[in-house]
């Protein structure tokens, strides 16, 4: 039963790595021609990098779960979820940090407070990304216990009661991981009604001003409100699948359900880097060009005819 989703997971990192391997060439080629590299060009890569970083980490995992020769420790259960939950972290708040730099960048409000974090949207974004590391170190610390928690039963014997128990800690061990995911997720919310918020007053203000609605702030504006809007979709879908996961662990086989989820744990940043292209208007440029050069090879070494 595993073999299907073993497929697509690996179909999943394939297009992964090509994509977000895509958006760090690009960016450094840009880096490299230009002698310097734009802060949100910083933060994709960064993501994109993190990202790669995820999807060989889930492949290894796949290998290891695939070879029966191969003895699953203590020890090495600790070690994949450490880096598991080290990478997912700084893939959710390098997206989160994102937002924010997009919503900084963008919207307007006169707030003394507010254009101070205006001109300093970097330190803001840094500052941000330090303070979740302590949740960081809080949640590593948490999955630990709960591993601890779960290798003792493991060591004891396997009856009803002991198996229903390593299930309920399992359940647990999920919870936490999404209670966790859940705080980056609201940081990015907040951001989505804030963009909403200054688009509203913005357009109040083209009004009363009697000026075309299409300005470039409002283009702005609303071009970041599609692309956080798909990023907030897939996120939701992606904390969906993990509650899922709690309430239907006893039910199903476990590796289905483990498998599943690391199916969906994939495609969620697969599915934000796509966004992020076709949001960027130098990724997408690079990215079109990149499919004109394939169609003319294509057709060029297509099937000769007699």
């Known amino acids: 039963m595993k073999y299907p989703f073993s497929i697509i997971l690996i179909v999943e990192f394939i297009i992964g790595s090509l994509i ?3 958006i760090v060439l690009v960016n450094c080629m840009d880096w490299v021609r ?56 700084f893939n959710l ?28 949207v970097m330190k803001v974004v840094s500052v941000t990304l330090l303070l979740s590391l302590v949740l960081l170190l ?10 601890d928690v779960w290798v003792d039963l493991s060591k004891r014997n396997l009856s009803y009661n002991s198996s229903s128990r390593k299930s309920a800690q399992v359940s647990k061990l999920t919870l936490t991981n999404t209670l966790f995911t859940c705080i980056p997720f609201t940081v990015s919310l ?24 299409r300005d470039p702030s409002t283009t702005a ?15 939701t879908i992606f904390l969906f699948s993990n509650l899922m996961q709690i309430h239907i662990f ?8 483990i498998f599943t989820g690391m199916t969906v744990g994939l495609a969620f940043p697969l599915g934000h880097s796509c966004i992020l292209i076709f949001g960027n208007h130098k990724l997408r440029q690079a990215a079109l060009l990149v499919l004109w050069w394939l169609m003319l090879r294509a057709k060029h070494t297509g099937p000769c005819t007699p």
Not at 138 to 147: A, F, G
Not at 190 to 213: D, E, M, T, W, Y
């Open 20 to 22: 977000n391997g895509f």
């Open 190 to 213: 907040k951001a989505f009604l804030l963009l909403i918020i200054s688009l509203r007053k913005h357009h109040k203000k083209v009004q009363r001003n009697a000026q075309g609605c």
């Open 250 to 257: 006893e039910l199903l086989d476990k590796r289905v359900v």
């Open 34 to 89: 230009r002698r310097k590299i734009s802060s949100v060009d910083q933060i994709l890569t960064a993501l994109a990098i993190s990202r790669i970083v995820l999807l060989w980490l889930v492949v290894t995992s796949i290998l290891l779960s695939l070879h029966r020769s191969v003895k699953v420790t203590s020890k090495m259960v600790r070690m994949i979820n450490i880096f598991w939950i080290v990478t997912n972290h």
């Open 221 to 235: 504006h609303v071009r970041a409100l599609k692309t956080m809007f798909a990023f907030l979709l897939i996120y």
């Open 93 to 120: 708040w390098l997206s989160t940090n994102l937002s924010i730099f997009y919503v900084l960048k963008i919207i307007h409000f006169p707030n003394s407070v507010f254009l101070y974090l205006k001109r300093r």
């Open 138 to 147: 809080v949640n590593i610390v948490e999955i630990n216990t709960q591993i």
